[in-house]
């Protein structure tokens, strides 16, 4: 059975960082695709970033591009994404999602896997 452990979250000041963790078991990540979504209150969750094991270029959504990195480390089979200078708007709970496919993609439906959720609370 696919398991995603997402984790990291927590309380963070503004233009602080947070790195978020998602320990992916059942599943190794050879050809694989693991996305990252955000959902703030009475908002539609959204994608924030996907790497996948065929495409060298990780996708960031604009919101996030320059201040958020995804990485993966196989070994520990965990994905990584790193946030930087983080706003009052990157507050949210934040999901990895994992595609048995390395063909990236932002659509939610498109992945076979989700975590439970991290939360990320920005204050001003």
């Known amino acids: 059975e696919v398991q995603l452990q997402a984790s990291g979250g927590g309380l963070v000041q503004t233009g602080g960082s947070l790195r978020l963790s998602c320990a992916v078991s059942?599943?190794?990540?050879?050809?694989?695709?693991i996305g990252w979504f955000r959902q703030a209150p009475g908002k539609e969750r959204e994608g924030v970033s996907c790497?996948?094991?065929?495409?060298?270029?990780?996708y960031y959504a604009d919101s996030v591009k320059g201040r958020f990195t995804i990485s993966s480390d196989n070994a520990k089979n965990t994905v990584y994404l790193q946030m930087s200078s983080l706003k009052p708007e990157d507050t949210a709970v934040y999901y990895c999602a994992l595609r048995a496919s390395p063909v990236p993609t932002r659509r939610i439906v498109d992945y076979d896997s989700w975590g439970q959720g991290t939360l990320v609370t920005v204050s001003s």
């Open positions: 059942g599943f190794t990540l050879d050809d694989f695709a």
């Open positions: 790497i996948s094991s065929s495409d060298p270029s990780p």
